[in-house]
């Protein structure tokens, strides 16, 4: 029995240590500085293997940005008002996604200037990021599992 509970107390501190904030290259925080000179209360997690991602507050509002480790800037989200998704993303959820509840809205920035839009939306038990353009195109859409914000991919659209 007491090798149970060590091995779940080990498992539950190794995954709070998988999601535990990292420190970013420096590369990458003097990219971050340069381009988000009035960011607050940021912190720093790796996306995945030579991607950092940075979760913060400026003017604000919640945003994040992720960066390669060299310093490249891959893309930054910004949290927005569902009011404020351009109106044919608006018609598009209300046409494809009929029934869902909008719970968070973010507008997705690239450096080639493509903008996109992401949903998070619920329905029952289902939650799906779907991601779509400016013309209310879905782009991608995935299920989301609540426990641990990972999800299966499926095409819709």
Known sequence: ?????????????????????????KAV??????KFTNAKSVEWEMEEEGEYEANFKM???EMSANFKSDGSWLETETEIKEK?????????????YDGYEVEET??????NGVVQYEAEI??????LE?????????????VVNEDDEEGEEGDEG
């Open 1 to 25: 029995m007491k090798v149970k509970q060590t091995m779940i107390v080990m498992a539950l501190l190794l995954a709070n240590l998988a999601c535990a904030q990292v420190e970013a290259p």
């Open 29 to 34: 925080q003097d990219a971050f500085k340069a």
């Open 59 to 61: 003017n604000k509002v």
């Open 84 to 96: 404020n998704l351009p109106e044919a993303v608006k018609a598009a959820l209300k046409a494809k």
């Open 106 to 111: 973010t507008k997705i920035e690239k450096p």
């Open 122 to 127: 619920e329905k029952d038990e289902e939650t």
């Open 130 to 142: 779907v991601i779509f353009n400016a013309n209310g195109t879905v782009i991608s859409s995935k």
